[in-house]
């Protein structure tokens, strides 16, 4: 087995409407792979196929070398974009029925989830219900509910939308600490400057389709000569311009505001 996630030829329609348009994406274990594009792109409908949320209308989908099935799921990690918590329950009641739902135990749990209640400061809050707790600090506790059963491949649909700097900082580092144990970590974003200083591969997806896919190095080397150059201290191009690139290259319709936002 090569590969945390294989994904062959797939399609997925909403009526007429095509959300992913025969993608082909190859996740190897290890790495920290980045699934960019704008709002609308297709990154979400992807992660939701890929957890069996939402099935495909044509092609395969496999995750650690086998199709999703629920003997699956205690191997890989999930934050959907729309985070989900109980709002009556305490913050540790909330992340301990996490890791009972995942067949980990109370001590186990407790003793993986003590480094991380320090460093992300939920140990004032852990008697708190959920709706006693800021936005932010309820993103928190939603992380580490989707770490607690310690999964090989982690699975984060934009994990930075609405962290303020410091909490931005702190995902980050775990994500590298999760790397560093030879975890495969998938991410969508539509902020490329993310994905270019944490990913080793990244896929470019536009309205459905995949216009690039590769290492950052690769993509930026291919580019190189075909974007505009930057200036002097920034010796690489950026994403942002690739892309741009890329999209007038496909003859696709360049990306509305909204899209952007």
């Given amino acids: 087995m090569t590969s945390a996630i294989s ?24 790495v920290t ?16 196929m890929t957890m069996n949320i939402t099935k495909a209308d044509e092609g395969t989908i496999q ?16 934050l959907p974009e729309e985070r989900g918590l109980y709002r009556k329950m305490t913050v540790i009641d909330q992340l301990l029925f996490f890791a009972a739902i995942k067949s980990v135990d109370r001590k186990t749990a407790l003793s993986r989830l003590e480094k991380w209640i320090d460093v992300m400061d939920l140990r004032p809050w852990l008697a708190k219900k959920t709706e006693e707790l800021s936005k932010g600090m309820q993103q928190k506790v939603q992380f580490l509910g989707t770490i607690v059963h310690d999964p090989e491949v982690l699975i984060l649909d934009e994990p930075f939308s609405g962290l303020d700097p410091i909490n931005v900082v702190l995902l980050k580092d775990f994500l590298v600490d999760f790397k560093k144990q030879g975890k495969t970590i998938v991410f969508s974003t539509h902020v ?14 536009y309205r459905g ?10 993509i930026k080397r291919a580019y190189r000569d075909r974007v505009p150059l930057p200036p002097p201290v920034e010796p690489e191009p950026e994403l942002e311009k690739i892309f741009i690139k890329a999209v007038e290259e496909s003859g696709l319709a360049a990306p509305t505001s909204e899209e952007l936002r």
């Fill in 7 to 30: 994904i062959s030829g797939v399609t997925k329609r909403f009526g007429k409407f095509t959300a992913v348009d025969r993608l082909d994406l190859e996740v190897p274990l290890g």
């Fill in 33 to 48: 792979f980045g699934l960019l594009g704008p709002n609308g792109a297709g990154k979400t409908t992807t992660i939701r």
């Fill in 63 to 78: 995750v650690l070398g086998k199709p999703l099935a629920d003997e699956m799921q205690e191997r890989i990690g999930y």
């Fill in 192 to 205: 490329m400057e993310q994905a270019e200083k944490l990913c080793d591969r990244i896929a470019l997806i």
């Fill in 209 to 218: 389709r995949k216009l690039l896919d590769g290492t950052v190095k690769e």
